[in-house]
Each structure stands twice: as structure tokens, then as C-alpha cells.
Antibody
Framework: QLLESGGGSVQPGGSLKLSCAAS????????MSWVRQVPGRGLEWVSS????????YSADSVKGRFTISRDNSKNTLFLQMNNLRVQDTAVYFC????????????WGQGTMVTVSS | DIQMTQSPSTLSASVGDRVIITCRAS??????LAWYQQKPGKAPKLLIF???NLESGVPSRFSGSGSGAYFTLTISSLQPDDVATYYC?????????FGPGTKVDI
């Protein structure tokens, strides 16, 4: 399973670090991603990281502000979010890739991030 | 970036109906497409990956087809538990964009 934490309320320009604790699978063998969803709206891919952690990808909307990372020794995925904007307000999900495919077969329950003055 | 569109945006059908949702990509994505089901307040659930592979545990009334830039999700006999929003997502090249969703109700 995947269990996110670290969400909360922050002012514009602030920072938050999300965590996603993984269990019951070999964490280091799978790419992991963050996907967000504004309440009542659609899904937006945010960032992905390969199993080794050596390669990362991010959406243009967060590039230079958000950093995805992982600690395979602790089976944990992170998303460091800096210079937060009002439009970053959303539920953030972590998700595991299938393996041979980059579809997401396991999702966390989501953690809410609210950016407001 | 590859853009994804879905149609219809909403649909209402009866129990037992055959339902088809379409997803189009702005460029060919081969078969690198997934379908997800999302119910209110819940995380998305993978239904179909690689365009036509049924995820383990998903009822066989769900099926996916297509390749290139045109894909479909079919529910062969709509059930009350299928009320949800359905999203397609490509994973051909980053960014892995999602379609805008199709809301299905009965």
C-alpha cells in the first residue's frame, strides 16, 4: 500500500514536503509518480522518478519549484514543493507504476495541499 | 506535449446497457494508454493498461481497445457500481497527460 503525509495549508511562496510510505512490494524496483487533482476537477500528472532514483521528470507547471526524490532504504517517496502558488492547491496522490508499463496500478489515498493567503 | 481528449464528457445510461467511451491522442502513442475509474473522494483505480490489458481483479465487463491515436473503453453491461468518472492517460513520452474525464451515471 501507499500512505501519503505532509499535506496542509501554506501561504503563497511557502514550502511543503510530501511523503509517501510504501509497503508490501519491492519499492526500489518500480518507478513512482505524483499526480494531483483540484477538487472537482481532473487529474494532472506532476512528477515521476525511476526506481533507482537517477532519472526524474516533472511537468512544466512545477519545474524549478517541485523536486521528486526517493529513499529506497526507507521505502519512501518525497515531493519537495517550494514557492507554492494558489494554483498548486489540490489533492496530491502518489502512485506506483505497473513495472513493464508506466500505468499506475497502486495509488495512495491522497493528501490535501491548500495554498492561500 | 501530447494532448488527450475524451468523449462524451458525461453520459447517462441504464443498467445492462453497453457503454463506450472514446479517447483520442494528439499524436500516435502506440498502445501506451491506461484507463482509470475514480469514484468521489477516492483515488483512481486502474482498469486497463497497455490499451487492452485488463488489470487483475477488474470485472470482465470492462474492456479496452485501440492503437495509435484512437482508443475506446467499453463496459459491456453497465452496473450500478460503475457510476464513476473515467479517465484515460497516455504514457508514451513525458509529460504523461490525462484526458479530461467522462462522468458516467445511471
Amino acid at each position: 500500500q501507499l500512505l501519503e503525509s505532509g499535506g496542509g495549508s501554506v501561504q503563497p511562496g511557502g514550502s511543503l514536503k510530501l511523503s509517501c510510505a510504501a509497503s508490501d512490494f519491492t519499492f526500489s524496483a518500480y518507478a513512482m509518480s505524483w499526480v494531483r487533482q483540484v477538487p472537482g476537477r481532473g487529474l494532472e500528472w506532476v512528477s515521476s522518478i525511476r526506481g533507482s532514483g537517477a532519472t526524474t521528470y516533472s511537468a512544466d507547471s512545477v519545474k524549478g519549484r517541485f523536486t521528486i526524490s526517493r529513499d529506497n532504504s526507507k521505502n519512501t517517496l518525497f515531493l519537495q514543493m517550494n514557492n507554492l502558488r494558489v494554483q498548486d492547491t489540490a489533492v496530491y496522490f502518489c502512485a506506483k507504476s505497473v513495472g513493464a508499463s508506466d500505468a499506475y496500478d497502486l495509488w495512495g489515498q491522497g493528501t490535501m495541499v491548500t495554498v492561500s493567503s | 506535449d501530447i494532448q488527450m481528449t475524451q468523449s462524451p464528457s458525461t453520459l447517462s445510461a441504464s443498467v445492462g446497457d453497453r457503454v463506450i467511451i472514446t479517447c483520442r491522442a494528439s499524436h500516435s502513442i502506440s498502445g501506451w494508454l491506461a484507463w482509470y475509474q475514480q469514484k468521489p473522494g477516492k483515488a483512481p483505480k486502474l482498469l486497463i493498461f497497455d490499451a487492452s490489458n485488463l488489470e487483475s481483479g477488474v470485472p470482465s465487463r470492462f474492456s479496452g481497445s485501440g492503437s495509435g491515436a484512437y482508443f475506446t473503453l467499453t463496459i459491456s453491461s453497465l452496473q450500478p457500481d460503475d457510476v464513476a468518472t473515467y479517465y484515460c492517460q497516455h504514457y508514451d513520452t513525458y509529460p504523461f497527460t490525462f484526458g479530461p474525464g467522462t462522468k458516467v451515471d445511471i
